[in-house]
């Protein structure tokens, strides 16, 4: 596509609900990122996919959450027992290059709200 | 102290003055890049800059690798430039690798 398309945009769940986040990066793209944006900070990085492979997961909070991209292409995020502490923006970022030497294009973010 | 610090954290301005953003990070890099963030959450990507300046339009960015510092500038604001402006940088030596984040500057532009 042309651009990094994130559903769904908006999502809230109810307190221990599982929820899953979806990030289509722009086609071909090598690099992908999960951040995760509180309300009125920075983005955090959460993970970094290459094609298929998980290769930094450090910024993951905790083992509720999991990410996935088994084709190298769409990725999703998944949060299992979902807690008050993950509202938040999820943004998804993908890259060219392994080295993001072309820089990134972002995504439109997925807000959740847990309830 | 954080990585990568911005200032000011909030900005008001007239329409038509001179906006200057400032970046100021501590981890070693080769680039950093400036992000727009409009309400509703998308990021878009203004610069990619390693040395010197780049503009587009009415947006120049400058950088200072050896001092740690950047500026972005706007000329000539508008209302439609009200957003949140966010620095990042990648943590590594390289210009690739993830972003670490400033808290960014919430710019409102009045008519």
């Known amino acids: 596509g042309a651009g990094v398309s994130q559903s769904p945009r908006y999502k809230v769940a109810k307190r221990g609900q599982d929820v899953a986040l979806r990030c289509d990066p722009i086609?071909?793209?090598?690099?992908l990122f999960w951040y995760q944006q509180a309300l009125g900070q920075g983005p955090e990085f959460l993970t970094y996919f290459q094609n298929e492979a998980q290769l930094d997961k450090s910024g993951l909070p905790s083992d509720r959450f999991f990410a996935e991209r088994p084709e190298g292409s769409v990725s999703t995020l998944k949060i299992q027992r979902t807690q008050q502490e993950d509202s938040a923006v999820y943004l998804c970022?993908?890259?060219?290059?392994?080295?993001?030497?072309?820089?990134?294009?972002f995504g439109s973010g997925t807000r959740l709200t847990v309830v | 102290k954080n990585e990568v610090e911005q200032s000011p954290q909030n900005l008001t301005a007239q329409e038509g003055e001179f906006i200057t953003i400032n970046c100021s990070y501590s981890v070693g890099i080769s680039a950093l890049h400036w992000l727009q963030q409009h309400p509703g959450g998308g990021i878009v990507s203004l610069f990619m800059l390693s040395s010197g300046k780049k503009k587009h339009g009415r947006l120049i960015a400058t950088i200072n690798i050896q001092e740690k510092h950047s500026s972005l500038h706007i000329t000539a604001s508008h209302p439609r430039d009200s957003a949140v402006y966010i620095c990042a940088a990648p943590r590594g030596e390289t210009s690739g690798s993830r972003l670490t984040f400033g808290e960014g500057t919430q710019l409102t532009v009045n008519p």
């Open positions: 086609s071909g793209h090598v690099s």
């Open positions: 970022a993908s890259s060219l290059t392994r080295d993001n030497h072309y820089g990134y294009t």
